[in-house]
């Protein structure tokens, strides 16, 4: 069953630059894992300091495979020093 996962990003006041680095430079090497069907960076046009990821996995198994990976890893410890709040994402299984 194929597994969809969001993540909020809220800067700490100068940070924005920094998150944006950290997201640019995570996906290329996620995009290139075998179990990630599609991957994508936003930015809110309403708070400058507001930034997402969606991803899509082919199952459980391959984000499991994604979360261990050392540029996964180097993006959670770089990023957690620049947020506003604690590192957290949510994995969903689609409705319909």
């Known amino acids: ?3 969809f996962c ?3 990003f809220h800067a700490r006041p100068g940070m924005q630059e920094k998150v944006r680095q950290a997201m640019f430079d ?3 090497p996620t995009r290139m894992e075998e179990g990630c069907l599609d991957y ?3 930015h809110s046009v309403r708070d ?3 930034f997402y ?3 899509r996995w082919i199952d459980m198994h391959a984000f499991a495979e994604h979360s261990a990976l050392a540029h996964t890893v180097r993006f ?3 990023m957690e020093p620049l947020l ?3 590192f957290k994402v949510t994995l969903a299984e689609k409705l319909w």
């Open 84 to 86: 506003d709040h604690p």
């Open 6 to 8: 969001f993540a909020r």
């Open 40 to 42: 994508g960076g936003f």
């Open 48 to 50: 400058p300091d507001e």
């Open 26 to 28: 995570v996906q290329g």
């Open 76 to 78: 959670i410890e770089a």
């Open 1 to 3: 069953m194929e597994i």
């Open 53 to 55: 990821i969606y991803s």
